[in-house]
C-alpha cells in the first residue's frame, strides 16, 4: 500500500511541474515576440556599369569638356569632346543629354553600357616642299568639315602630289586660289604637299616665213628656235603673250629666261621694193627684137635688150660709164646685151655707124703677049 502510495504521488508532481515548463514557455516565446520584430525584406537594385572610349580607345573616364565661369557667372564650355553612340548589353537602352553629359538608362537592369566619344576638333599639319603655308591658316578643324589651306608656291614651282596619312587621306589642289582641300576631317591629318619646277612651252608661229614650231623648257631656263624669212620678206614684228620678251639674230629667235607658256608671233615685213630704170635711146638703124627700150628692174634683177642693126651699119653702146654684163652675138647684125643685178638707173645711147665698103685696087690691062 505505501508503495502504491509513492508512485501516486511521484506521478501528480511529475504533471505539475510539466504544466508549469508548458507555462513558462508559452509566456517566454510571447515576450521574445515582441521584444524582435521580424526584419523588412528591401527591393533588390539592377546593376549598370560603365565603360569609356575616346576615338574607339578604352579610357579610365568620362572625356568631359572645360567649362568656365566669368565674374558674371557666365559658362562657357571649351567643347573638346563630342558623344557618338553607346552600346548596353541586356539589350539596355536609354540616351545621352550632351546638355548635362550624363547617360539615362531607359530602365533599370543589370547591364553594361560602352560609351563612346569622338573629339570635337582635329589638327592639321602641312609640310610643304618648295612653297609657304599662309600665315592666316586655321590649325583646327572640326569634325567631319572640310579643311582648306592656302599654300603659295616658289616662283617658278607649280603643284605636284599631296600626301596624307592617316589611311591615304584624299587632298585635292585647287590652283585658282592656290589652296590644298581636305574633305570630312575625322582625325589628325598629316600632309606632305610637294611642288615641282614648271614645265613650260613656248610655241613659235612664222608669218612669211617658215619655222613654226613648240619648244619645251623648265621655269628660267632659256629657249630657242630657227626661223627663216621668205623671199622679198624681213626685219620680223615680235609678239609674245604673257610678258615673255623674245630676239631676234641670225634667224634665230631666243627667249633669255622663260617665265610662264607664252605663244610668239614672228611676222616677217615685206622688203620695199625699190625699181630702176634702164632706157635706150637707138638711131633709125637699130630696131630692138627682144626687151623694151624703157625698162623697170627691181633693185638687183636682171635687165636684157636684144638689138639688129642694118648691114651696112654697126652700132655701138654709151651707157654713162657703165658696160653691160654679157654681150654676145645672135647672128651678123644681132646682138644682145645683159646688165646684172641693177642698182641704179641706167640710159644707154645706142649710135649706128655705117660700114664704109673696102676700097678696090685698080686692075691693070693685060699686056698682049708677044
Known sequence: MK??????????????????????????????????????????????????????????????????????????????????????????????????????????????????????????TLTVVNGQTDGDNTKEVEREQNGKFKIIPDAGYEFKEAQCSPDDKAASWDSSDSTININAITSDVMCKVTFGIKELTAKITVVNGTGNTTEKAKYGESVSAIVSANDGYEKPKIECTNKQTATFENNKISI???????????????????????????????????????????????????????????????????????????????????FLAIKNNITCKVTATRIEPEPTTPTEPEQPSN
Not at 12 to 34: D, H, K, M, P
Not at 268 to 282: C, D
Not at 285 to 306: A, C, F, H, P, Y
Open 3 to 124: 508503495n502504491k502510495g509513492m508512485l501516486t504521488l511521484l506521478v501528480i508532481l511529475f504533471i505539475i511541474a510539466a504544466g508549469c515548463g508548458g507555462v513558462g514557455f508559452y509566456y517566454s516565446s510571447n515576450r521574445v515576440t515582441e521584444e524582435k520584430p521580424k526584419p523588412v525584406e528591401e527591393p533588390v537594385t539592377a546593376k549598370i556599369s560603365y565603360l569609356y572610349y575616346l576615338e574607339e580607345t578604352k579610357v579610365d573616364e568620362m572625356p568631359k569638356n572645360d567649362v568656365t565661369t566669368a565674374e558674371d557667372g557666365t559658362e562657357t564650355t571649351n567643347v573638346k569632346y563630342k558623344f557618338s553612340r553607346f552600346s548596353c548589353t541586356n539589350d539596355l537602352t536609354g540616351s545621352f543629354n550632351e546638355d548635362t553629359w550624363e547617360f539615362t538608362p531607359a530602365e533599370q537592369k543589370d547591364s553594361v553600357c560602352s560609351l563612346y566619344f569622338v573629339n570635337a576638333k582635329y589638327n592639321v
Open 256 to 338: 633669255q629666261k622663260l617665265t610662264d607658256n607664252t605663244e610668239c608671233k614672228i611676222t616677217f615685213n615685206a622688203v620695199p621694193i625699190t625699181k630702176y630704170k634702164l632706157t635706150f635711146e637707138l638711131p633709125q638703124q637699130v630696131t630692138v627684137v627682144s626687151g623694151n627700150l624703157t625698162q623697170e628692174i627691181e633693185s638687183g634683177k636682171d635687165g636684157t635688150i636684144t638689138l639688129q642693126t642694118d648691114s651696112s651699119y654697126t652700132h655701138s653702146l654709151d651707157c654713162g660709164g657703165v658696160s653691160p654684163s654679157k654681150s654676145e652675138d645672135i647672128n651678123a647684125t644681132t646682138r644682145k646685151y645683159t
